[in-house]
Structures are given as structure tokens and as C-alpha cells.
């Protein structure tokens, strides 16, 4: 499940795990942190992960060449006084944890606003993402996806986003798009300029919210590394006017368990067969050791609860009709109120 993600780096005997061990007791911390006394352990993390900021000592800055766009670097100063940094804010290290954090905030928040500004936007807080996957199929998933971002688009600003191969969107909700992921995902591999004005171009608006179209062929998914996903994941989050993204993503997270990360809410759809089970605890299992943070974020959704008790979803000649006003929708509605998602 998304949280902010600061990464801190020093290589002082027992200050990353002190600092650590402060967070961790401190529920309400704003980061989930990932400290390092290694800095050649950095780059090795951000191999698969991603983080909004970057806080590392003066004497490690510079070791190991960032190998991932960090969107806020900040250097630990070990002197008396903190100094203007030419290149980076700077802060204190021999503080308290707690008020080195505020400073933290301090810093993020500035820089949110300077970005905002270059580019003549109005600051707005970054949205919020609901992820949807299962590794099994056949759950729910696009139906449970879709009901919570119409419900949501009746009085948010909402776009969803489907990664799943032959989604069925334009059969089953008769959407119709002129362009696809595909030409979206060439913009990132190719690097250049503008990304959130080519995802915009792709966006249809339909049923009272924004649709990113899915890609036609599967295989341009995993042409994108995990940076890239997550470069396109702040893009969406921080320079559009959305204030919440549904992220449909399918099996997924299967080849990329990052894209988790990049949720500040997960929903697992499940049927309730016994080959269902075995599936979802199999990647459960391996899940856990990758993050057991992350796994204990994770709300299971039963499929009854997205079909209903004798609702067959292949038999439902409208769809749209159905997830609007069936038991998804009911479910939808439930999910909203216990999130406090209309705030």
C-alpha cells in the first residue's frame, strides 16, 4: 500500500537504523522508510522501487551516482550550522528525528509548489490511487475497477487506468478510443519532453470520468522497467488535475510487484474455488517476502460480494448498467464511505 517513500542514506555506525527504528515507532510518521548504511545498497533498492525523496549524508553524497529519478534530494549536514547548498537543501543531522522530519516536509512542500508554478499550474495536492489486481482470474477485478471510479466520478475528478491484456473495455462499456497505451508507452521509452500532455491526448472522457485506453497489443507492457512506471504513476499523481486514479491493473503486478507501491489503496478481488485459493496464497506467500508491509495493506474483496449471490456477469447484456446499479455499485458505495473517499 503507497505511502510516501523516503529512502535515507549514511554510512555513520548506527545512525540509518536509529533513525529507522524512530519511524517505525512512530505511527504516524508521513514516510515509509527505507535507510541504508551502504550507499551501494541505494541503487540496488531503486532497481525495483521508487521514492519521493532522497535524504543523504554530506560524506556519502556523491559515492554512487543515483541511478532514479528522485523528485526531492536533500543532504544531512553534519556541521554546526546548516549551509546553502548549491545543488541540494540542506539540514542538520544532529537533531531530533521528529524535527528533522518536519523539516523534510517543509522542503517536499516547497518544491511541490515551485514545479507547480514553472509550469503555470494551480498546486494541488497530489491524488490518491486505488489499486485493483488479483493474480486470479475471473474475480471481478475490471467490474469492481470500474463501479468504484463511476461512483467516485459522480463528485470527483476521476481517471482510470487499465494495464490488464484485452481489457473487453470497448465491448463491454462500448468506449471508444482513437488512441492507445502503445502510444503513450513510446513516449516513455523514447524520453522525451511532455509526458502528461501525450497522456491527455490518449484520455477519453465517457460516463462522467477520464479513461486512459489500455494497450492493444499485451507485450507493450513489459517493454516498461519499473522507473518508467513509476515516472508515469507521478506524473498522473502530481501533474494532472485528477484528484483520484483507479488503477485497474489485472494480473499485473505478477511482472512488476512495484506498481503496488504506487497505491495509497489495494483491493484484491477472489472467487472463492479451492484453484482460486491456492493461487492468491501461493503469491501471497511470496509476496510477504518481499514486503510484509506492503502485504498487510492489501483488502480482499470476495467475488460474491462484486457478482452478488446469483448474478452471472456473463449473462448481463448491459454491463455499464449492471456495475452502475448492481451489486458492484452497492459494494462501491460501501468501500467509499469506511475509505472516507469523498473528502
Same mark, same amino acid.
Given at each position: ?16 537504523? =536509529? ?9 504516524t510518521?508521513p ?18 522501487? =521508487? ?14 551516482k ?9 543532504? +544531512?549536514?553534519? =556541521? ?20 528533522i ?12 509548489k ?21 493474480p ?24 482510470y487506468?487499465?494495464?490488464? *491484456? ?23 521509452l523514447?524520453?522525451s ?7 491527455q ?28 512506471w513509476?515516472?508515469?504513476?507521478r506524473?498522473v499523481?502530481?501533474e494532472s488535475?485528477?484528484?483520484i486514479?483507479? +488503477? ?11 506498481? +503496488? ?8 478481488p ?11 496464497a ?12 506492503? +502485504? *498487510?495493506?492489501?483488502r ?7 457478482f ?16 452502475t446499479g ?13 475509505e472516507?473517499?469523498?473528502?
Open positions: 500500500m503507497r505511502k510516501q517513500v523516503m529512502v535515507l542514506v549514511d554510512s555513520e555506525e548506527g545512525y540509518a537504523e =536509529r533513525f529507522k527504528e524512530y519511524v517505525n515507532r512512530t505511527k510518521a514516510y515509509q522508510l527505507r535507510a541504508f548504511s551502504d550507499p551501494g545498497l541505494m541503487n540496488v533498492y531503486f532497481e525495483t522501487h =521508487r521514492a519521493e525523496v532522497l535524504l543523504i549524508s554530506e560524506a556519502d553524497y556523491g559515492k554512487e543515483l541511478k532514479a529519478e528522485v523528485p526531492v534530494r536533500i543532504l +544531512l549536514s553534519d =556541521r554546526s550550522g546548516v549551509r546553502g547548498g548549491d545543488e541540494l537543501p540542506t539540514i542538520r543531522k544532529y537533531q531530533p528525528v521528529s524535527a522530519l518536519k523539516e523534510v516536509e517543509r522542503i517536499v512542500g516547497e518544491s511541490i515551485q514545479t507547480a508554478e514553472k509550469k503555470g499550474d494551480i498546486w494541488k495536492p497530489p491524488s490518491k490511487t486505488i489499486g485493483v489486481f488479483s486470479a482470474g475471473r474475480c471481478g477485478k475490471t467490474t469492481f475497477a470500474m463501479a468504484l471510479a463511476l461512483k467516485l466520478g459522480t463528485r470527483r475528478a476521476v481517471l487506468m487499465n494495464t490488464d *491484456s484485452y481489457s473487453g473495455l470497448q465491448k463491454l462499456a462500448g468506449f471508444h478510443f482513437h488512441q492507445y497505451f502503445d502510444d503513450l508507452a513510446y513516449h516513455l523514447s524520453g519532453p511532455g509526458l502528461q500532455s501525450v497522456l491526448a490518449a484520455v477519453i472522457e465517457s460516463a462522467g470520468i477520464s479513461v486512459l485506453p489500455p494497450a492493444r497489443e499485451p507485450s507493450v507492457y513489459l517493454e516498461i522497467s519499473n522507473a518508467l513509476q515516472k508515469l504513476m506524473t499523481r502530481e488535475q485528477y484528484e486514479i483507479v +488503477l485497474d491493473m489485472g494480473t499485473m503486478p505478477l511482472f512488476y510487484p512495484s506498481l +503496488l507501491d504506487e497505491c495509497d489503496l489495494l483491493y484484491m477472489a472467487a472463492e474455488d479451492a484453484h482460486s485459493a491456492r493461487i492468491i501461493e503469491y501471497l506467500e511470496r509476496l510477504k517476502e518481499r514486503d510484509p508491509e506492503l +502485504l *498487510s495493506g492489501i480482499t474483496v470476495s467475488a460474491k460480494e462484486i452478488g449471490e446469483e448474478m452471472n456477469p456473463g449473462d448481463e447484456e448491459d454491463w455499464l448498467r449492471f456495475v448492481g451489486p458492484p455499485a452497492l459494494l462501491a458505495e460501501k468501500v467509499i464511505r469506511e472516507d473517499l469523498w473528502t
